[in-house]
């Protein structure tokens, strides 16, 4: 009997372009910005334009099904390459059965997204990058899947505990976790905190689609492709994914962006942002500045996770110590991080596994500070699609490069060497003849070794 179904109370949401407030009918409203939230796998889809969102993560999961189906296809071909050792043969026919299966399962569980035939081959979901966060994937965290469902209690226990311990001995009240990932610590929360109600809310609709089907009380069998097998059987294995009790209610999915956050100002009693804060693209500082504007006046942030910042810009990735005064500067008091050494990810089923040193703080909202406003996603012209692209002159040296890649690619047929493609570009005049030859060579190189971990990416889930 589904629990979690109930829509999510309407006071804690609101327009992720506007933030005024949505409406509720067959989908949610925005009668400021005249646009509708349908509701997708059953949960609402709160992202800026929320067309856009779904195309992308459908030719994301398009794109990621058929490297799958591929990959499958690569395996079956080794066999038939003459293999004659039968462990090798055991390992690659185990592995494209599990690719083909692994490959349904996904396509059957995500079919709510529209995951059906993907409209376009492998290499043009490939070719045209999508512009959700650049670092969050389908398959971002797959593992954590198994982890928090399947034989990862150890872990998830010393989740729950630093999160229990942060949180305090008072009752959480309207909670907002964000990045709600696998779900357990949801799950735990929920069940020995009951916050209520509590928001959930991810980007990744492969996570909200295993979470609210788990909470439901449904058993999953989705496999798990080890990073470091312990052994042959390990390559490949199935796992039934299932929650330990029926989840009480109470607990509310959403997609969401956590940068256009589609959360009411000022409801929330606790916001808990776990492994969260370093994987988004938003600098630390505007989104602590967010997570002030969704809580009460003494409302409690509590961040737990790793501090691994990897943005792009080398100032943006911060120390803890930065970390503490930018909290501060977002209107937080008593910011005092502890940490603690966990087991992280390590699957019985591989000889990968690691010990992470967690930084875990709970921060009082003391001051309202100013909201940002919501990241600029992309200019006008990429906004809206009728509008004439500018040839910038970026864009312009980009196509160049572009068309040079792809008539350099177009001259191999199967028959010229690296020599006579070298020959055709100095004939050509786009290369002088002692620099054409290991031109060629590199770039052909790099579209080799691109092309074979490309293969072995997709099963690295
Ligand atoms: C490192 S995982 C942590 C998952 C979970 N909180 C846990 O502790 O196991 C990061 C999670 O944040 C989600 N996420 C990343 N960027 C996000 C964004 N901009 N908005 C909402 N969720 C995001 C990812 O989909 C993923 O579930």
């Known amino acids: 009997m589904p629990v979690t179904r109930r829509n999510p109370p309407l006071e804690l949401l609101c327009c ?24 997708i796998d059953g949960l609402p889809w709160l992202f800026p334009d929320p ?17 799958l189906e591929a990959q499958a296809t690569r395996y079956r071909a080794a ?19 599990a690719c083909a299966d692994h490959a349904r399962r996904l396509r059957a569980l995500l079919a709510p997204l529209g995951a059906t035939r993907p409209a376009a081959a492998p290499e043009v979901y490939g070719a ?40 305090g001995p008072g009752p959480p009240g309207r ?80 997609f969401a962006d956590a940068s256009h956050g589609p959360f009411a100002a000022g409801v929330f009693d606790t916001v808990v942002t776990p492994w969260l804060v370093d994987v988004l693209d938003e600098d630390f500082a505007t989104f602590a500045a967010r997570v002030n504007g969704w809580l009460r006046p003494g409302g409690r942030w509590v961040n737990t996770g790793s501090l691994a910042f990897a943005s792009d810009e080398p100032a943006r990735r911060y120390a803890i110590e930065e970390v503490v005064e930018l909290a501060a500067a977002a209107g937080f008091a008593g910011v005092e991080p502890r940490e603690e050494r966990v087991p992280y990810l390590c699957s019985p089923a591989s000889r990968h596994g ?63 060497s690296v ?19 290991p031109a060629v060579r590199s770039f052909l190189a790099r579209l080799h070794e691109e092309a074979s971990s490309r293969g072995a990416a997709s099963l690295s889930l």
């Open 419 to 437: 020599r006579d493609v070298a020959r055709v570009l100095v004939e050509q005049k786009l290369m002088a003849p002692g620099e054409a030859e």
């Open 175 to 254: 909670t907002l976790l964000l990045g709600v990932g696998a779900g357990r610590l949801a799950f735990d929360l929920m069940h020995r905190r009951g916050p209520q109600p509590m928001l959930a809310a991810d980007i990744n609709p492969l996570f909200l689609a295993v979470v609210q089907r788990l909470f439901d009380g449904e058993r999953l069998e989705l496999y798990e492709f080890p990073l470091a097998p312990r052994d042959l059987g390990s390559h490949a294995v199935l796992r039934a994914l299932q929650a330990p009790t029926a989840a009480p209610a109470g607990c509310h999915f959403v």
């Open 51 to 67: 067309q856009l969102a779904l195309g992308e993560w459908q030719a994301r999961i398009h794109g990621f099904l058929a490297g």
């Open 79 to 97: 066999l038939d390459g003459g293999i004659t050792r039968a462990s090798t043969r055991n390992r690659l026919k185990l592995l494209s059965a």
């Open 128 to 167: 045209l990058g999508m512009a959700l966060p650049a670092g969050q994937g389908l398959t971002s965290y797959y593992a954590n899947l198994h982890r928090d469902w399947c034989w990862g209690d150890a872990e998830n226990e010393s989740g729950y505990r630093i999160l229990d311990a942060a949180l």
């Open 354 to 416: 690691r010990v992470e040193t967690v930084v875990t703080f709970t921060a009082v909202k003391n001051d309202e500070v100013p909201v940002p406003p919501p990241p600029r996603r992309c200019p006008d012209w990429l906004e809206h699609a009728d509008r004439p692209v500018p040839l910038l002159p970026d864009l312009q040296g980009r196509q160049l490069e572009l068309r040079v890649l792809a008539y350099v690619a177009s001259l191999v047929d199967g028959k010229r």
């Open 16 to 39: 992720p372009r506007c933030r005024g407030p949505l409406a509720e009918g067959a989908a949610w409203s925005c009668a400021a910005c005249r646009i509708d939230y349908p509701a």
